[in-house]
């Protein structure tokens, strides 16, 4: 059975981060080790929450690992929130990379046209920099504007020449693939666009855009888009996949009239995940 290592935060009530991709990539049929570098009462969406920084911690678990002579098919990050975590987790990606290891680095840092509170101009340059070590990277539109010093435009105020800009931009940075999230032309739909940085070939799916915004469904999308390409899919199917299970997802909790702020109720499709290739 493959082994796939995600480092990011946990919040003990909350659907995002480490508390979506543990269930989900497990739903793959892949073997989940998890890397905590927060844990969080709730997550950051809740108008109360307490936060335990682990960095400290990181280096004594990856140290037990190595005397255990423990490896991984691939290595996911998610959110980061410190120069120091960068730094640490990069010499991780040294230590722990494989012939065969896969890197993804998701690098989370703002939404909607502004980075999260507590992030600057230089974190933003560090994470580019962290970004180099990655085979495939996963941006939003914020993300991809910031690292590429662009203006920043909302959905339906752009064009295909500012997309390929951006995926042009992003291919200096050293990623074999790049997955660019949240595109929309028009305002109506969403899209995802892959980006093969060494054959210039692109991968686009675009679906029906939902009134629903709230936590965790970049991190859905990533934690299966990466068990998909883990376990040998292409990444056209591994987006469809991605992008059609945070779709249902988001289906099942508008139909909840009791829905919470907690996230999307991806449980009610775990199931699927593990026959996913029936049907792709």
Aim: charged share 25%; aromatic share 10%.
């Amino acid at each position: 059975m493959k082994r796939i290592l995600t480092i990011q935060d946990i919040s003990c009530v909350g659907k995002c981060s480490l508390t979506v991709a543990l269930p989900v990539i497990s739903a793959l049929g892949l073997e989940t080790a998890i890397l905590p570098t927060a844990v969080l009462s709730t997550h950051t969406g809740f108008r109360n929450f307490s936060f335990l920084d682990l960095t400290d911690e990181i280096e004594k678990i990856t140290a037990v690992w190595k005397k255990e002579n423990i490896s991984f098919d691939g290595i996911y990050t998610g959110f980061l929130g410190s120069f120091r975590q960068l730094n640490i987790i990069s010499r991780l990606f040294d230590e722990f990379k494989g012939n065969s290891t896969l890197i993804l680095v998701d690098p989370c840092m703002g939404d909607n046209g502004k980075l999260y509170p507590g992030f600057d101009a230089d974190f933003v340059k560090a994470m580019s920099e962290f970004c180099k070590k990655a085979e495939i990277i996963t941006p939003n539109i914020t993300e991809a504007s910031f690292m590429c010093g662009l203006e920043y435009k909302d959905s339906g105020k752009y064009d295909k020449e500012y997309i390929d800009k951006i995926l042009k931009t992003l291919s200096k940075f050293g990623a074999k693939k790049i997955v660019l999230k949240g595109i929309s032309y028009t305002g109506d739909d969403c899209g995802v666009i892959a980006y093969d940085t060494n054959t210039k070939e692109k991968t686009e799916y675009f679906h029906e855009l939902l009134p629903l915004k709230t936590s965790g469904t970049g991190d859905i999308f990533a934690s299966v888009l990466f068990g998909s390409l883990v376990l040998g899919s292409s990444i056209d199917v591994s987006i469809r996949l991605a992008a059609d299970f945070v779709l249902e997802s988001i289906k099942s909790t508008l139909a909840d009239k009791d829905r919470t702020h907690y996230g999307v109720q991806f449980e009610k499709h775990l199931a699927k995940l593990g026959t996913f290739k029936i049907s792709y």
